[in-house]
């Protein structure tokens, strides 16, 4: 057992500690907010390089409780991205706040929340224990519902309490299979479990409990339903952090239980494939039909988190080659699509700001008025839709790649018909900015730095995908769990 | 990085950079641009021409990193990519000389001409590739970067066409995507050249290969134009004329003829495919497609789509030389795959300077135009008569070497599949010839022309007339100087000599 390392306790405790800073004085200018924010992407990155040659662990004991850590490549990756969207998103914030006019008490609240956010992911990414596991993803569902009410509007206050009360019982059921795990095997450091548990009829049942909580906090299909109307009125940076990273999370604990507790059980693992499946179709289609640029986006979550279940089937009982293959195309997936939808949130947000619009109708000229945020918005299309050369293409190169290798036809069908619902809702976006015999609206001018972030994001999503194997070599070195 | 992989990326880089400093520059920074423009393709010109010196000399060119375990980008020059870069790197200059004055005034020039770079530097990517992954990386770009091109006027009918021109090109790049993913599953990461690949897999495999095959050239065959794929094309046409000359002439159908090339030829390998039985198919396929386009383009009415579905029938040419397996056939479709452009293009120029300067688009106003614009007339002249097939025009050379490539194939009925071609085209090019010498028009009193622009010193702005004039005279140049090293003509005979006769 070893001392916890300070560089961790300070990314752990620094973001928050900073966001109380922050919600005492808000920041005005994005130049404060990147001075004192971007040491932590930069830790988090060198964390990443140490991390990679020897993954740390250890065992913190309180009282009676033992909290188990560890972080290796894969998990010090996702801080990094996580640490470079929340720093993305509040440099974003700033510029909003300044343009939407808001005075800057009623906006304080954020930083405080995000800080939170920030310490509750950080948890996730540390936990090798069901209760850490329990606490992060607490403190960041509170956060995150928090976050959504501060436009303080009645939409906003209705569907972020929806959503409230969908976590609450996702970690209701979260800790019914946790007291099932414990009661049978005596123990929940994961570790520890993978190695006694067996797969009956209790850890099944268990796991069932676990998987639905997950999946009602992850917005996968057919428990969805709050994700649409949360996204539709949160502020833009906050829709931003939690269409990129929140709802992936309970999608990364997901596949570390399976594949610690069930890894070779087919049944399952096919039925979430089938989830995923269906929620690829379902979110692609109200993505098409939707009326408002914000709902396109946030449908277009619903649809992409489909492709991340496809991992479920092809995992299970695969061969190590195949293994390997979804393996880097999961998490491929799961970063371009983050980086990618966190990008095209702000992208939309600032058409949305300048123009003044909500609907998709409203977008005309802004081909001419807002060039650049209509560019990040493509660009980060050109993830969503998987086309070359992004993270979205590299991953579903991959995922095709093993569907075929490992004779499992059907998900290539799926991802198929996925690319070419995501192809028709963003093209019907970028049509409307096209039209040019439309009535001249009033333009508001943004601040540069609210698109050049937006645009730096999505940059980072294409070029993720040409230079995929830097970060995958070190999610290789993990080993599957 | 050493100088060989230097080249490439710097051929590559000329345009990309261009579309990004585009970007960056601001609408009114119209000089800048321009010369930004034409420096950026002069520049790449040269770069081609080197790799192609040092190719003949012996020199390799390529780079290539993992971009992930087992997949590799790989840019790699050979003589086949060359011709075609060549082919695009030549008509941007041309192109880009007869966009900025067609487009001269009007908005959003910024997008355009930035898509247009951008849309450049896909086809470079395209002909550099050297595996299939790299092909499809550059062969969708040049999807998404063509789609604005076609959309630029914003007038319903230009997005509704553009909306039918993504339709047909994004479900090609699926069929792509599956084809190739799965001839990356049999047959590993292999690169272009390594022609025993596929031929030494089980024969077992063969029904998968040949499904797979066919599955490739529904995908190539959307961008080629094929009959039953072609539907997107004559609608296209509403894009503004550069983009239609770069598009039907070069980018575009060319692209997916290429593609075609490298699928027999890089992938399966010419002999392999041959036993496979696949090239049988090709051929009747593209005797269809020529004779079907050369039908339609016979009912048109204005000029344009007549011009469109002449694309149409055209390129199937190569996809002809192809299918005859040897090697006549085979000089005679990379041959084609350049003298096409140029003939091509050159028709397209003349047609924009008819729109812009005497607001011509149907083929029954044409009358007289001889009289009053005969610079372009001539050009136009020029193009339809190599088209047609008639010596010392490029096209004439085209169509020969087919005919002697059908005989030495052993399939005779292929020449009256040429013949018929040829008595088509002259059914649909020989009018407007003689409406545009020989019929009296509105400059002798018989009314007025339908949007005439205010006439200068030339028979309409320079910057539209030397580039139809260039690309004419080279079509011209290209057919009389064949014997010439580093004609087309020649090019063609060395790739096929150097790269696909000899093990």
């Avoid at chain 2, 006027?153 to 799965?182: E, H, I, K, N």
């Amino acid at each position: 057992m070893n001392a916890t390392p300070y560089h961790l306790l300070w990314l752990l405790f620094a973001p928050p500690a900073l966001g109380l800073l922050a919600g005492w004085r808000p920041p005005r200018r994005e130049f404060w907010l990147l001075l004192f924010g971007l040491p932590l992407p930069l830790v988090a990155l060198w964390l990443v390089l140490a991390s990679a040659s020897e993954p740390m662990a250890g065992c913190l004991t309180l009282g009676g409780l033992e909290l188990h850590w560890r972080l290796n490549g894969l998990t010090a990756l996702l801080w990094l991205l996580t640490q470079v969207l929340l720093l993305g998103s509040a440099v974003h914030a700033v510029g909003n706040a300044r343009v939407s006019g808001l005075p800057p008490r009623s906006g304080a609240w954020l930083w405080p929340l995000l800080g939170g956010l920030a310490l509750g992911l950080g948890l996730i990414w540390l936990a090798a224990d069901l209760v850490l596991l329990y606490l992060g993803l607490e403190l960041m569902g509170l956060c995150a519902v928090g976050l959504m009410l501060l436009p303080g509007k009645v939409d906003a206050l209705m569907a972020s309490l929806r959503y409230l009360l969908y976590a609450l019982v996702g970690s209701l059921a979260w800790l019914l299979g946790i007291a099932l795990l414990l009661g049978a095997w005596g123990r929940l450091d994961l570790a520890g479990l993978a190695a006694v548990a067996e797969p009956n009829t209790v850890t099944r049942i268990a796991m069932a409990l676990l998987s639905s909580g997950l999946l009602l906090k992850a917005a996968i299909f057919p428990l969805h339903a709050w994700l649409a109307p949360v996204h539709g009125s949160a502020w833009t940076p906050v829709s931003a952090v939690h269409g990129a990273l929140v709802v992936k999370v309970s999608f990364f604990i997901l596949l570390l239980l399976w594949r610690l507790l069930l890894p070779d059980v087919v049944v399952g693992a096919w039925a979430l494939g089938a989830l995923g499946s269906l929620a690829v179709l379902w979110g692609g289609v109200q993505a098409w039909r939707a009326a408002g640029l914000k709902q396109v986006v946030a449908w277009s979550t619903v649809g992409q988190l489909g492709y991340l279940m496809l991992a479920f089937p092809l995992l299970a009982g695969a061969g190590e080659g195949v293994a390997t293959l979804v393996w880097q195309a999961t998490w491929l997936q799961l970063a371009g699509h983050a980086l990618a939808k966190a990008a095209m949130f702000m992208a939309a947000g600032n058409l949305l700001l300048s123009t003044g619009a909500t609907r998709l109708e409203g977008l005309t000229g802004t081909s001419r008025r807002l060039p650049l945020s209509l560019l990040t918005f493509g660009l980060a299309a050109l993830t969503l839709i998987g086309l070359p050369p992004s993270a979205g293409f590299t991953a579903k190169w991959l995922l095709l790649q093993a569907s075929f290798a490992s004779g499992q036809w059907i998900w290539a069908l799926v991802l198929a018909l996925g690319t070419l619902l995501s192809a028709t809702y963003v093209f019907r976006v970028l049509r409307c900015s096209f039209v040019e015999d439309a009535p001249a609206t009033p333009f508001r001018a943004l601040p540069l730095g609210m698109e050049l972030i937006a645009l730096a994001l999505a940059l980072a999503a294409i070029a993720l995908g040409l230079a995929a194997e830097l970060p995958l070599a070190l999610v290789r070195l993990s080993a599957l769990p | 990085m050493t100088a060989t992989a230097l080249l490439p990326l710097a051929t590559l880089g000329s345009s990309l950079m261009t579309a990004v400093l585009i970007f960056l520059l601001p609408e009114q920074a119209v000089r800048t641009r321009t010369l930004l423009n034409l420096a950026a393709a002069v520049v790449k010109i040269v770069l081609v021409a080197w790799m192609a010196l040092g190719l003949t000399a012996g020199q390799h060119y390529g780079l290539s990193f993992p971009v992930v375990d087992g997949l590799s980008f790989v840019l790699q020059v050979d003589k086949l990519g060359l011709a075609f870069a060549g082919l695009s790197s030549l008509l941007w200059l041309f192109t880009t000389i007869y966009a900025i004055g067609y487009l001269e005034g009007s908005p959003n020039r910024r997008r355009f001409f930035g898509f247009f770079s951008l849309c450049v530097a896909s086809t470079m990517g395209v002909s550099l590739a050297g595996n299939l992954f790299t092909l499809l990386i550059f062969y969708e770009l040049l999807t998404v970067s063509t789609y604005p091109l076609v959309a630029h006027r914003g007038t319903p009918q230009a997005l509704a066409a553009a909306s039918v021109y993504l339709r047909y090109t994004l479900s090609a790049g699926l069929a792509l995507l599956l084809g190739m993913v799965a001839l990356q599953v049999l047959g590993g990461d292999w690169r272009f050249g390594e022609r025993t690949l596929l031929s030494g897999l089980d024969p077992a495999k063969r029904p998968l290969l040949i499904g797979l095959f066919w599955l490739l050239i529904l995908g190539f065959g959307v961008k080629a134009a094929l009959v039953p794929l072609h539907g997107w094309l004559p609608r296209a046409m509403v894009a503004p004329a550069p983009v239609s000359a770069l598009l039907h002439a070069v980018a575009v159908v060319k692209a997916g003829a290429f593609g075609i090339v490298r699928l027999v030829y890089d992938v399966y390998g010419i002999g392999f495919a041959q036993s496979l039985g696949v090239l049988d198919g090709l051929v009747v396929i593209a005797s269809v497609t020529i004779v079907y386009g050369s039908v339609r383009a016979l009912t048109q009415q204005e000029l344009k789509p007549r011009l469109a579905f002449s694309t149409v029938s055209q390129v199937s040419y190569i996809v002809l030389g192809i299918g005859l397996f040897g090697p006549l056939g085979t000089i005679a479709a990379l041959a084609h795959l350049i003298h096409q452009g140029l003939m091509k293009v050159t028709l397209f120029f003349c047609a924009g300077n008819y729109a812009e300067e005497l607001g011509i688009h149907r083929i029954d106003e044409l009358d007289g135009v001889g009289r009053r614009m005969p610079l372009s007339s001539l050009a136009f002249t020029l193009g339809a008569l190599g088209m047609i097939g008639l010596p010392p025009v490029v096209g004439f050379i085209s169509k020969w070497l087919l005919g002697l490539g059908a005989v030495q194939a052993g399939k005779p009925w292929v020449i009256a599949v040429l013949v018929t071609s040829t008595l088509l085209n002259m059914a649909y090019f020989l009018p407007i010839l003689h409406r545009l010498w020989f019929r009296p028009g509105p400059a002798r009193g018989l009314g007025d022309w339908p949007g005439e622009r205010k006439p200068g010193g030339l028979e309409t702005s320079a910057w539209l007339l030397l580039p139809a004039l260039a690309t004419a005279l080279l079509s011209l140049m290209a057919g009389m100087l064949a014997g010439l090293p580093f004609s087309p003509l020649q090019w063609a005979t060395l790739v096929v000599r150097q790269e696909y006769l000899l093990p």
